[in-house]
């Protein structure tokens, strides 16, 4: 949830000053860092499952 107000923070301000093209950066930024911290949990939880089964 941060990320996303620091991303829309970014965003506000880059459109305030008129630089689409930053405002465009920070939302690609702020998915980006948003998914691959979200997919993390899923990653170890897998991992450890995959442990437990005997698999690799």
Do not use: E
């Amino acid at each position: 949830m941060l990320v996303g107000d620091g991303a829309a923070a970014g965003f506000s301000i880059a459109l305030g000053k008129g630089d689409k093209k930053q405002a465009n950066k920070n939302v690609g930024n702020g998915l980006v860092i948003l998914f691959c911290l979200a997919s993390m949990p899923d990653y170890r939880r897998r991992k450890r499952d995959c442990k437990k089964a005997g698999k690799r």
